[in-house]
Structure formats: structure tokens, C-alpha cells
């Protein structure tokens, strides 16, 4: 067994999906967080793309979250993938989704005004929506077994956990099966484990940090209020990421 090592970003949800997959296949890995806006020299030098995840496979370097996690699918064992070429290919379309999903988050996240938080929990909305159409009976996406394709919505629903305190934008509403598998991967211990404890306490920061409208919405959102914030559909903006 290869030594592994996870260069992480404490917030990044692609580092989540490699740390998930990881923990699905039950590989011991190590962890070293950087700060993305203070790169050390280092990281600058392995990554071409300045961006987490990268991981360290005995001394060699390896970037992009979804190389990563194929890498991982070719050599150890546990494949999250379906054995099925067709549905493996759905499930990596899905995982596109998943991404486009998270770009909408960024926007979400960085939303100056009402407007734009409106907008960006539309668009997210539209896309839960096709969830909605395909997900069965669970409890994850594709029935009682976890896939990759799991690893990669974990991450997206964990943001909605700070999300919901702030505000009611009405994403998840008459989504069931959606509800229902996001709760599903809450509690799944790799996906609950993927990030540090402080996590929910980073994300607000970041918020604070980026001036985002999301903790203006409700002035008495530490008191558990919350405030809906309707509006049109517009365009995703490109997430802080690594892919």
C-alpha cells in the first residue's frame, strides 16, 4: 500500500470527495492543510493550478479532485463506481452536476443582495430538482449502496447546515427524496469525518470574510430566524475550487 498524503483546504469540498472515497476504501492516508490565500512555496510548486485537493502517492503528485478519485477507483479496492459501463458514465454525468451545483453555492455565498441570493437559490433549486426526478428509494443515490457519485453531494448538502440557520431560501422544499438522502449522507461517518469539527465555524467566517448577503438576510438569525429570499434564474458563477 501506497503512503498517501491529502493536501486539504479546511472549507474545500473537493478535498471532501477524495477524503471520502478514501475513507470508503478504508486507506490510512495523512492530512496537511494549507491556506489558499497564503500558498507556501511548496504547494506552488506541485500545484499547477494553485488549488486543493493534491495528493502525495509515495513521493508522486497528483491533482484535480476527479483524476484523484479515479486514480483511487484503478488501484485500491471498494469501487464506489457501478460496474456497469452505462451507469458508470450516468453517475459521472450526475457528478458534473454536482460541481455545477457547487458553483452556484460560490455565488451564493458571495451574493452582495437580496437579488443575488434569490437568484443563485433558484438556479439551485432548478437542479435539485432533476435530483428529485431521478432518485429512488434510497437511501442514497442509486439505492442501499454508497457510490462516488455520493461523495460528491455530501460536500454540496454540508453547506446547507450553516445555510438553513441563516436563512429559509426554499431549495430543498417539496424535495423529498432529495431531503431524504441529504440526511442519509449526514450521517454517513465518512462524509461526517471528511471535514474538521470547526468546519460550521470556518464557513460562517468565510461568509463574514466575503461580506456576504446570506448574514444580513435575517438580523436575528443567531435566534434561529429566518427570512426567504425568492428570485429569477441567472447564470452560476465559478466556484473557489479545485475540481
Known sequence: MPTLTLISHYLCPYVQRVAISLAEKAVAF???YVDLAAKPAWFIADSPLGKTPLLKVDGAVLFESAVICEYLEDT???PLHPADPIE???HRGWMELGSAI???IWGLETAQDAAGV????EDLRK???WLETRLGAGPFFAGSRF???D???GPVFRYFDVFDELADLGVFTSLPRVSAWRTALAQRPSVRDAVTADYNDRLREFLRKKNAYLLQVAPGAQAGLHTPVPGPTIASAPPLRSA
Not at 434569490?118 to 437559490?121: E, V
Open 151 to 153: 461523495a460528491v453531494f
Open 118 to 121: 434569490g437568484r443563485k437559490s
Open 127 to 129: 437542479k435539485l430538482e
Open 88 to 90: 458508470r458514465a450516468r
Open 147 to 149: 457510490h462516488l457519485v
Open 102 to 104: 457547487l458553483g452556484d
Open 30 to 32: 495523512d492530512r496537511v
Open 76 to 78: 485500491l479496492p471498494h
